[in-house]
């Protein structure tokens, strides 16, 4: 089967689901070149045939030069990022639409903070296409309330570099590295990802001042760097909690995030949680993070309330203090849980996962 992948960009962080499509089909690949400051793929991983497209741009509103004119090749089959922003991708469905080619967009669908006339034309976007992957049961439910048809909708999910996390954690072991920096055997949570105020750092950490005046003493690690920095530091002085709070920095080493996310004993994002949730459940930490779906990031489906972790209601501090307590008391047993967060992942989060996906609907395309 001929493939044609196109892309606004091929992200580095979904290398190896691209490298099992490019393994499983003959593959060529259409894509931006780097426009910002995520990191994009080796295009040395791939055999297939890979072109980076000069892209113009006017704010979010894009145009790929080259893309609709790719309708007019023979594929059997398009996958396509399914920005709406994308003036080439509208172009290339309605020749795709007059030219019977079979396109599959991947795209996040409906995440439920669409109103109005942009709900309208997500919608319409997915209609164009044969068929849609998406990253959530949720965005499946609110596609299908607006009328798209729930037989061209597959739920795609996420992953991240599987293999590499699974080799490291089939040999890590518990260590000491909290005790030593906190001088401590106090419970540690951790954050990963960038600093940044969307993250709502600031609301963890009022909640972390909150616990300590109480009988319920945690550290907290934050993992990464970001423009909130600065003021999340000036925070932590505010309210004396130097002690407690160790700004580890950025860390792009898998086995020290390993080891860092492995020890920890609970995961906290109170803003939306994204690929942080996949990241931390795979070395077996459960997540809490807020209940506002609408705002969050599909990778919260991970979160199963109660077995992988918990949410609280957005921005209220006394909400996410009651949920850290509450989940601690809940859950002495810290191997089973590492042992829930491993089965969520193994099951359903996964390059695994997602090209099983993409091969069922290829081959009865």
Same mark, same amino acid.
């Given at each position: 089967?001929? #493939?044609?992948?196109?892309?606004?960009?091929?992200?580095?962080?979904?290398?190896?689901?691209?490298?099992?499509?490019?393994?499983?089909?003959?593959?060529?690949? %259409?894509?931006?070149?780097? &426009?910002?400051? $995520?990191?994009?793929?080796?295009?040395?991983?791939?055999?297939?045939?890979?072109?980076?497209?000069?892209?113009?741009?006017?704010?979010?509103?894009?145009?790929?030069?080259? #893309?609709?004119?790719?309708?007019?090749?023979?594929?059997?089959?398009?996958? =396509?990022?399914?920005?709406?922003?994308?003036?080439?991708?509208?172009?290339? *469905?309605?020749?795709?639409?007059?030219?019977?080619?079979?396109?599959?967009?991947?795209? /996040?669908?409906?995440?439920?903070?669409?109103?109005?006339?942009?709900?309208?034309?997500?919608?319409?976007?997915?209609? *164009?296409?044969?068929?849609?992957?998406?990253?959530?049961?949720?965005?499946?439910?609110?596609?299908?309330?607006?009328?798209?048809?729930?037989?061209?909708?597959?739920?795609?999910?996420?992953?991240?570099?599987?293999?590499?996390?699974?080799?490291?954690?089939?040999?890590?072991?518990?260590?000491?590295?909290?005790?030593?920096? &906190?001088?401590?055997?106090?419970?540690?949570?951790?954050?990963?990802?960038?600093?940044?105020? !969307?993250?709502?750092? @600031?609301?963890?950490?009022? +909640?972390?001042?909150?616990?300590?005046?109480?009988?319920?003493?945690?550290? *907290?690690?934050?993992?990464?760097?970001?423009?909130?920095?600065? &003021?999340?530091?000036?925070?932590?002085?505010?309210?004396?909690?130097?002690?407690? =709070?160790?700004?580890?920095?950025?860390?792009?080493?898998?086995?020290?995030?390993?080891?860092?996310?492995?020890?920890?004993?609970?995961?906290?994002?109170?803003?939306?949680?994204?690929?942080? +949730?996949? /990241?931390?459940? =795979?070395?077996?930490?459960?997540? $809490?993070?807020?209940? @506002? %779906?609408?705002?969050?990031?599909?990778?919260?489906? +991970?979160?199963?309330?109660?077995?992988?972790?918990?949410? &609280?209601?957005?921005?209220? !501090?006394?909400?996410?203090?009651?949920?850290?307590?509450?989940?601690?008391?809940?859950?002495?047993?810290?191997?089973?849980?590492?042992?829930?967060?491993?089965?969520?992942?193994?099951?359903?989060?996964?390059?695994?996962?997602?090209?099983?996906? $993409?091969?069922? =609907?290829? @081959?009865?395309?």
């Amino acid at each position: 089967m001929k #493939v044609c992948q196109i892309y606004n960009i091929a992200s580095h962080y979904r290398a190896a689901i691209y490298s099992l499509i490019d393994r499983t089909y003959d593959c060529d690949m %259409y894509c931006s070149k780097k &426009f910002n400051d $995520i990191n994009t793929l080796d295009y040395s991983l791939l055999s297939g045939n890979v072109k980076e497209l000069r892209t113009i741009r006017c704010g979010s509103i894009s145009y790929q030069v080259g #893309v609709p004119s790719l309708a007019f090749k023979k594929y059997d089959v398009y996958l =396509v990022t399914g920005d709406t922003w994308s003036v080439s991708t509208w172009l290339f *469905l309605l020749l795709s639409r007059i030219f019977n080619r079979k396109v599959y967009l991947w795209t /996040h669908g409906l995440l439920g903070r669409e109103k109005g006339i942009r709900q309208k034309l997500n919608v319409l976007f997915i209609k *164009l296409a044969t068929g849609a992957f998406i990253y959530s049961n949720r965005s499946k439910q609110l596609l299908v309330s607006a009328g798209v048809s729930a037989d061209i909708l597959y739920v795609i999910h996420n992953s991240l570099d599987y293999d590499t996390q699974l080799a490291i954690r089939r040999h890590i072991k518990p260590s000491p590295i909290f005790a030593n920096h &906190f001088s401590s055997g106090s419970k540690t949570i951790i954050f990963i990802g960038r600093l940044t105020r !969307v993250k709502r750092l @600031d609301v963890l950490i009022d +909640a972390l001042s909150v616990l300590n005046k109480t009988a319920n003493v945690f550290n *907290l690690v934050l993992v990464g760097t970001g423009q909130d920095r600065p &003021f999340l530091e000036e925070k932590v002085n505010k309210l004396e909690l130097q002690d407690c =709070v160790w700004f580890y920095g950025a860390s792009y080493n898998e086995e020290s995030n390993a080891e860092l996310i492995y020890n920890a004993d609970l995961c906290v994002a109170p803003g939306n949680i994204g690929l942080t +949730a996949m /990241h931390t459940m =795979v070395y077996g930490t459960p997540c $809490i993070s807020n209940n @506002d %779906y609408d705002s969050q990031m599909p990778e919260h489906e +991970a979160i199963i309330a109660g077995k992988t972790g918990d949410f &609280f209601d957005k921005d209220d !501090v006394d909400s996410l203090v009651a949920t850290i307590k509450r989940w601690f008391e809940n859950h002495k047993d810290r191997e089973t849980v590492r042992k829930d967060c491993y089965e969520e992942i193994d099951a359903r989060w996964t390059p695994e996962f997602q090209l099983n996906v $993409i091969k069922e =609907v290829f @081959d009865n395309a």
